[in-house]
């Protein structure tokens, strides 16, 4: 139970029409550790307006700890972008980004289907895919409720990486192996203690590992 008194944790995500520079933000969705969830969105069928995407940010800016998974490079970026909100940058070094520390450590990418469906024993109830077309072909309440979902399954697995001190994670391969969080204490490290602690590359990579995710909007004066 949290009470008035105890820290704010906020789990953000975004959904987008792509992944590319050129995304635009169709809607959002914030899940707090009270157990409360939040949509962010304009008219369904259109992107977010920038009024919206400011009160999104500062309700990001009021959290304790803000978490997220791939939220440094991709989803804080977007809401900077058309918040225009300064802040946010601090905000995308300072947070918890579970898919930069797994980064950080592992040197390859990996995504949150992967890293729920052994671990909770359920996953993301559709895809990024799906979702940026489907806003905008009449099935806004069904991106909505899809985002809701991402965010409250974000929250499901940093709370079990807390409980356990690691996550299990399914391969493309159909492999299943256990990662234990390099904090050691089951908390997922900020992105600024992550990015300044990357690993070695592991010596069964044949080939040299990928960069990492792309802070350079957040480092930016």
Request: proline share 5%; glycine share 8%.
């Amino acid at each position: 139970m949290v009470d008035a008194t105890s820290p704010r944790h906020c789990y953000f995500d975004l959904e987008t029409t792509g992944v590319g520079p050129d995304a635009q933000i169709t809607c959002g969705a914030t899940a707090w550790n009270d157990g409360t969830v939040s949509v962010w969105h304009g008219e369904g069928g259109q992107t977010m307006p920038s009024d919206v995407a400011i009160k999104l940010a500062r309700a990001l800016l009021a959290a304790d700890e803000v978490f997220t998974f791939n939220g440094a490079a991709f989803d804080l970026r977007l809401l900077y972008e058309l918040s225009k909100v300064e802040e946010l940058k601090a905000l995308a070094l300072k947070h918890r980004d579970l898919m930069v520390d797994f980064w950080s450590e592992n040197r390859y990418f990996t995504s949150m289907q992967s890293l729920a469906t052994p671990t909770l024993g359920v996953g993301k109830s559709n895809n990024g895919g799906w979702a940026a077309t489907a806003w905008f072909d009449g099935e806004h309440e069904a991106v909505l409720e899809y985002c809701k979902q991402d965010v409250a399954v974000l929250r499901n697995l940093i709370e079990r990486a807390q409980q356990t001190g690691k996550l299990k994670r399914l391969s493309k391969a159909g492999r299943t192996s256990a990662w234990v969080l390099p904090s050691l204490d089951g908390s997922v490290r900020t992105v600024a203690e992550a990015s300044a602690a990357v690993a070695p590359a592991p010596t069964w990579m044949k080939t040299a590992p990928k960069p990492g995710p792309d802070l350079s909007w957040a480092r930016s004066c």
